[in-house]
């Protein structure tokens, strides 16, 4: 699907309060493919990453907590990198591709619906747009200039009745971008360990495998708002405080736990 507008630059002039960019952004003389594209494999890739990350670093500050060999935590981290991983890909593959079922299904039931008992889809338009607050004679206008072109007022219908936004995402790059997502990510609290692994220099593995992670973890929060539009800082905070919570825990259970390891 193409606009003719610059998504992106019209997401900044939002952002600033810029009418004059606005409009520059919405009167492109060359159409440009919709972003859409660029961003609809964004949440896979934030939250493999995301859980790649913590999950990891979970695991790490569990095995520290409980004060057992570098050793294990390579184990144990690469272990949980590729089960892990794999899991969530296959998980993301399948919930998309369910999704994208019970789409098909419903745009099939409503086109059977338009075809063989139009007057009752059209009675069903008018009551939702008069819900919205739109005057029942502007309703019955729009839905008659609907009524015309099918294959529309079947998208609308799914939209408007049943809250469902047409997708053609493909189920199985879902699935890839979470897994390699989630190894990429995850692999960040472990470079520490396989430094110390690989080199005779004496390394705070546990300590150093927490500054990156922290690191990485408000870097990805701050450039997530590049999407979400907010306040880069407390985006890349709240990121930080979130995968702080869950290695703190996991180092407590692992620490009180510890004795069961000797």
């Known amino acids: 699907m193409t606009f003719s507008r610059d998504l992106q630059k019209a997401r ?9 960019a606005s ?3 919405h009167a492109r003389e060359a159409s440009e493919k919709h972003q859409r594209e660029h961003g609809q494999y964004i949440k896979s890739a ?41 899991s969530m890909a296959i998980g993301d593959y399948l919930s998309t591709k369910a999704e994208q079922e019970y789409q098909r ?7 059977w619906e338009v075809e063989h008992y139009p007057e009752g889809e059209k009675r ?12 029942e004679e502007d309703a019955r206008t729009v839905t ?14 799914l939209v408007e009745e049943l809250g469902i936004i047409p ?15 989630f190894g990429l990510f995850g692999l960040v609290p472990l470079v520490a360990y396989v430094l110390a ?21 408000f870097a990805v929060g701050a450039v997530k708002t590049r999407i979400t539009g907010r306040n880069w800082f407390q985006s890349g905070l709240e990121m930080l405080l979130v995968g702080g919570v869950a290695a703190t825990a996991a180092f407590v259970v692992g620490r009180l736990l510890s004795g069961l390891a000797q």
Do not use: C
Request: negative net charge; proline residues 3%.
């Open 23 to 25: 409009a520059a952004a």
């Open 46 to 86: 934030v939250y493999g990453g995301l859980d790649g990350i913590i999950t990891t670093f979970a695991v790490v500050a569990g095995v520290a907590g409980a004060q057992l060999s570098a050793g294990i935590v390579l184990i144990l981290g690469f272990a949980n990198l590729i089960a892990d991983g794999l």
């Open 124 to 135: 069903e338009m008018v009551e939702l747009y008069t819900a919205k607050g739109i005057p």
């Open 197 to 217: 692994a690989l080199t005779p220099l004496p390394l705070a593995s546990f300590a150093m495998a927490s500054l990156l992670t922290a690191g990485t973890l």
């Open 167 to 181: 997708s053609d995402e493909s189920p199985w790059k879902h699935g890839v971008v979470t897994f390699l997502s």
């Open 105 to 111: 299904a419903e745009r099939q039931r409503e086109r």
């Open 12 to 20: 900044e002039a939002f952002r600033k309060g810029d009418v004059a």
């Open 144 to 157: 008659e200039i609907l009524a015309r072109h099918k294959e529309a007022w079947v998208e609308v219908m």
